[in-house]
């Protein structure tokens, strides 16, 4: 017969966990340290951050001694090494190459012939750039207007015009004589004529040049102005009309500021184009910067350096119109952004002010 054994349980001693090194119990380590037993007093535990058995939260470690050490970027360096030597290696090849001339370029650079030249295209470029981008405005409005005819008409000047090189179009306008021998202007389908012209004497040179540059500036400053109309959001003009802001101060105040913003880069861009574009006035024999050197270096052989001339007058335009489209640009980004970019003015200074060379503080102990 068989009796089951039942062991009954004894109740667990104290357990004694020995110190790290001391072999000491977990009563006696905590009895030792004076900052458990206080932390255990105020209710702090090693279980959480506030509950019993808590471990002393430790003061923050003061990190105001130590000195800042900056990112290290080698191939940033290795990189600027190597475009640095190819600078420099341009410009010791402009300097010591005699073949460059730099005497005559500085002696027909300011000649007045070649000033005359430079004037001619400024006027040009005036002249075209002003009434291409009016000419082109009214043709966007009328790609934009709800009339299909305005609409065709606008986008098939467009396409005429983008669609045939500039070369071709001033050359065709200088040859408008051999297709209509006189323009008149009086009442369609009668003979009664208020002004008649010869067209050889009303189409000049100067005129072609101004008439070629100026229908084919207004065919791409159309799609420009257009773009930039169409980039502004349709419920601010819905907002404003809701409003009952008049149609004509709703385009000037509200679209036109925005549009501003997408138009001015890619205008800007044409104008610099036309500047250059001026030179292919050439061919009509008018006496703009580039048929000027041309002359010149005809006449004297020294091909290279006139050609520098006109390199360095182009540069020097196009960068004065540089700098009045950044400052443009700068204008119209006022109700983009919180605060405006700086000026080149402005960077150069905050970049000497943060790059200054300051005294290396020592480094504290820790």
């Known amino acids: 017969m068989s009796s089951a054994v039942t062991k009954v349980a004894q109740p667990a001693e104290p357990a004694k966990?020995?110190?790290?090194?001391?072999?000491?119990?977990?009563?006696?380590?905590?009895?030792?340290?004076?900052?458990?037993?206080a932390a255990g007093a105020a209710g702090v535990g090693t279980s959480g951050p506030s509950g019993p058995g808590s471990r002393p939260r430790r003061p923050a470690t003061d990190y105001s001694g130590f000195p800042l050490?900056?990112?290290?970027?080698?191939?940033?360096?290795?990189?600027?090494?190597?475009?640095?030597?190819?600078?420099?290696?341009?410009?010791?090849?402009?300097?010591?190459n005699p073949r460059w001339e730099w005497g005559?370029?500085?002696?027909?650079?300011?000649?007045?012939?070649?000033?005359?030249?430079?004037?001619?295209?400024?006027?040009?470029?005036?002249?075209?750039?002003?009434?291409?981008?009016?000419l082109g405005f009214i043709?966007?409005?009328?790609?934009?207007?709800?009339?299909?005819?305005?609409?065709?008409?606008?986008?098939?000047?467009?396409?005429?015009?983008?669609?045939?090189?500039?070369?071709?179009?001033?050359l065709?306008?200088?040859?408008?004589?051999?297709?209509?021998?006189?323009?008149?202007?009086g009442i369609p389908f009668t003979d009664v004529r208020f002004f008649e012209v010869q067209t050889t004497?009303?189409?000049?040179?100067?005129?072609?040049?101004?008439?070629?540059?100026?229908?084919?500036?207004?065919?791409?400053s159309a799609e420009i102005i257009r773009g930039g109309i169409l980039s502004v959001d349709q419920g601010q003009l819905e907002a404003a009309a809701a409003l009952g802001i008049p149609a004509w101060r709703r385009s000037t105040r509200i679209v036109l500021p925005q549009a501003m913003r997408a138009i001015l880069p890619t205008a800007f861009n044409e104008i610099i184009g036309l500047v250059k574009g001026t030179s292919i006035v050439y061919v009509l024999a008018y006496s703009e910067l580039f048929y000027t050197v041309q002359v010149i270096y005809n006449?004297?052989?020294?091909?290279?350096?006139?050609?520098?001339?006109?390199?360095?007058?182009?540069?020097?335009?196009?960068?004065?119109?540089s700098v009045f489209q950044y400052y443009i640009e700068r204008?119209?980004?006022?109700?983009?952004?919180?605060?405006?970019?700086?000026?080149?003015?402005?960077?150069?200074?905050?970049?000497?002010?943060?790059?200054?060379?300051?005294?290396?503080?020592?480094?504290?102990?820790?």
């Not at 004497?201 to 791409?220: C, H, P």
């Open 201 to 220: 004497t009303l189409i000049s040179q100067f005129a072609a040049a101004v008439l070629g540059l100026t229908l084919n500036q207004a065919a791409y």
């Open 299 to 321: 006449r004297t052989q020294q091909v290279l350096p006139l050609l520098l001339v006109a390199t360095l007058w182009y540069v020097v335009i196009t960068s004065v119109l």
């Open 331 to 366: 204008h119209y980004s006022r109700g983009a952004v919180r605060s405006l970019p700086l000026t080149p003015l402005q960077k150069a200074r905050k970049f000497f002010a943060t790059h200054a060379v300051a005294p290396n503080r020592a480094r504290s102990p820790r």
């Open 17 to 37: 966990a020995a110190g790290p090194a001391t072999g000491q119990t977990a009563t006696e380590q905590t009895a030792a340290d004076p900052a458990t037993t």
């Open 69 to 96: 050490v900056g990112a290290k970027h080698p191939w940033r360096w290795v990189g600027t090494a190597v475009v640095a030597l190819g600078v420099f290696g341009i410009a010791w090849s402009l300097a010591t």
């Open 139 to 170: 043709l966007a409005l009328m790609r934009l207007s709800a009339s299909p005819l305005l609409v065709s008409v606008s986008w098939t000047f467009s396409w005429i015009f983008r669609s045939t090189p500039l070369l071709v179009q001033m």
């Open 172 to 185: 065709l306008w200088y040859n408008l004589g051999y297709l209509y021998e006189k323009i008149s202007l």
């Open 104 to 134: 005559v370029v500085a002696q027909w650079f300011t000649a007045q012939s070649v000033v005359n030249g430079l004037l001619e295209t400024l006027k040009l470029t005036a002249i075209s750039g002003i009434l291409g981008f009016v």
